[in-house]
């Protein structure tokens, strides 16, 4: 039997869910642009475009590119809060009222918020990914079949979500297996690597045929990112660059485990690894994988420190790039900034997200813990699993392939990670992951307690 406290009308939960999108759009308008979100405005303007960042973003605010980016951020906070809503009306639909409040909870929960305001590729898909994953909660919640225009709805949702960020499939084709109704098994997740392959070997293709994208050369980016870690830790010649040039790039630090952008800057590291840019992408990444079979300790040495740094594991307090920015960066083109109180609530943002719930490694730890419990549990674990699934193979897959920190590359998971412990519910949290989870804490703490405090802007991370 419900109890009286746990029973809160659909309705009502939905109507709660448009207030908070409304209050969100009053706050937030028109909008955070950041460097990114001025270079896709600038293409969707021009209508020249480059594959930098995947195109489809800034094919579509060529739609509205004229009204700058009000349109963008009313669609992805849009996409966001109809997600949210939509799960929340269901579990309230179940007599589930705790849960439902629970649920926008996660939306008002100052660091997703802030950065959902902020018009870029990031938000873009986490926001389509919650309205897809809000679509078939809303009917799978309630035990019904998806009508084919749902169906359609989150097909849409989820092509833009794959092609909008360039590791999205890592996070999006594990999904849409673990939502399929079969195959079950290993078979399963056979699917989800081979839609990942898939994805990854069409995305240049739309790119550059469909959406008539030109070449940048960010092909070469992660090729460049492990030779250099691997040409610097080795001394080996065999990466394609002379030892003098290994020597000045460690001279230089030109590999840094935070980004990899010294490489790319013309006052340091560029003219040294221009060898590269004149090299073929594939060629660059044969020759990575020899020399992973040749360096192997210097390899994982590399991808340890960078994995260790974006997960913000052991890392000085205030490692840069977490917070959402608190203005717009600066631009010629008349974008008004944000009002007062969306200031405030990023700095709010900023104080929470130097916890440990700001940290990926915990939600690493809490996603792991929850497909544990869900993987095996009734047909209604089915999303939950295929959340959990989602965030553990996006994090999984920056082992291999990222070159940066920012915390904005990970928000999916924490969200999806969040929205999957809802939908089980708390008491079904494992002791043993306690146990797990407090030792991360410990360690997290420790490194921030102790560790000397690292630049705070992003010329002082070059230099």
Known sequence: MTAPSDRVAAPGVAFAAALLFAISLAIFWPGYVAFDSLAQHAQAIDGRYDDWHP???????SLFARHGPAPMLALQLGTYWS??????????????????????????????????AVVLKDMQMSGALLGAVGVVGWWRLRERRLPWPALALVAILMGYALLVRANAPFAVMPLIAMLLPW??????????????????????????????????????????????????ASGDPAVGLSTA????????????????????EPQRCEALVAPWQATAAGTLYIRLAGMILRHPLSYATHRLAHLNSTERLWVPLHWIGAAPPQASEPNRRGFAEPAAAAARWQGLAAWLIESPLGWPS????????????SRRGPAEDRLPAALFTSALAIEVSF???????????????????????????????????????????AIGALARATLPQAPQSYAGMLG
């Open 55 to 61: 195109p489809v973003m800034a094919r579509l605010w």
């Open 245 to 264: 040039t290994l020597a000045a790039m460690r001279a230089k630090r030109c590999v840094r485990p935070y980004f990899w952008d010294p490489l790319g």
């Open 183 to 232: 195959p079950h098994g290993r078979a399963r997740a056979g699917v989800a690597v081979g839609g990942i392959v898939l994805a990854l070997l069409l995305a240049p293709l739309l790119n550059h045929r469909l959406m008539q994208a030109q070449r940048s050369g960010v092909e070469r980016t992660q090729a460049m990112y492990d030779l250099s870690g691997i040409g610097v």
């Open 362 to 373: 915990v939600w690493v730890v809490a996603a792991i813990a929850g497909l544990l419990r």
């Open 83 to 116: 997600g949210l809503g939509l799960l929340a009306a269901a579990l309230a639909s179940r007599g589930r009222g705790r849960a439902a409040c629970a649920m926008l909870a996660i939306g008002v929960w100052p660091p997703l918020l802030g950065w959902q």
């Open 399 to 441: 082992a291999a392939i990222s070159i940066a920190s920012d915390l904005r590359y990970h928000l999916w998971t924490l969200a999806a990670t969040a929205v999957g412990w809802v939908l089980i519910g708390p008491r079904r949290w494992p002791r043993a992951a306690t146990l797990a989870l407090v030792g991360v804490i």
